[in-house]
């Protein structure tokens, strides 16, 4: 019952900034565990970076490490990912995604409940 629309996609240069927003409905966001995954062109859809509920226990993919920062802001019961120095093989459709749990302090990217439709970053000058 929860839907999860991306936002915030675009053309960007190298070294550029962006940040996605993913706005839920239909539940309460604190209530999942979060992630956001990428696909590029011809390949296989990847998890990027993960947090808990409690927002506590976080983990990011080593090629986005110190340029990725994953949040969320339950108050408006959105998350959102915010990428700096963007690289041209950051180029993918970015998809946000929850999982339903009970547990406050895990994440991961397997047996998500509820997709966003995802949105394109293009790196490129």
């Known amino acids: 019952q929860l839907q999860l629309v991306e936002s915030g996609g675009g053309l960007v240069q190298p070294g550029g900034s962006l940040r996605l927003s993913c706005a839920a409905s239909?539940?309460?966001?604190?209530?999942?565990?979060i992630a956001w995954f990428r696909q590029a062109p011809g390949m296989e859809r990847e998890g990027v970076s993960c947090m808990s509920r409690s927002d506590g226990k976080t983990d990011i993919k080593d090629s986005v490490k110190g340029r990725f920062t994953i949040s969320r802001d339950n108050a408006v019961n959105t998350m959102y990912l915010h990428m700096n120095n963007l690289k041209p093989e950051d180029t993918a459709v970015y998809y946000c995604a929850a999982d339903f749990t009970f547990e406050i302090n895990t994440c991961g990217y397997t047996g998500m409940d509820y997709w966003g439709k995802g949105t394109l970053v293009t790196v490129s000058p």
């Open positions: 239909g539940g309460t966001l604190e209530n999942y565990a």
